[in-house]
């Protein structure tokens, strides 16, 4: 599954966790719910750490527990037709 798919579903997930709308999110995460609707709907299909983290303020949770799901192994994620690079150190 490509990133962003990953990202789309991990919202959704804690959405239905924390028994939040999108709305609800935005709202908590002070943003925009267009912002966090063209995220789902991949209009945006780059979104920045700011916004990741926004919505983890929103979630009211860390970084790491937000990425901290089956969906981001490596195994689990395709780089493919992205402008995302993965480079050898």
């Known amino acids: ?4 798919k990953a990202v789309d579903y991990r919202i959704l997930e804690l959405c239905k966790a924390y028994n939040l709308s999108i709305n609800g999110l935005a ?9 966090v609707a063209s995220l789902l709907s991949e209009k945006s299909r780059n979104p920045t750490e700011d916004t990741i983290f ?6 009211g949770m860390r970084m790491d527990k937000f990425y901290a799901s089956n969906l981001f192994d490596l195994k689990n994620i395709s780089l493919e037709n992205t402008s995302q690079k993965i480079y050898k150190v």
Do not use: E, V, W, Y
Request: charged fraction near 10%.
């Open 27 to 35: 709202n908590k995460a002070g943003m925009p719910p267009s912002t």
């Open 1 to 4: 599954m490509l990133l962003i």
């Open 54 to 59: 926004k919505i983890c303020i929103g979630f």
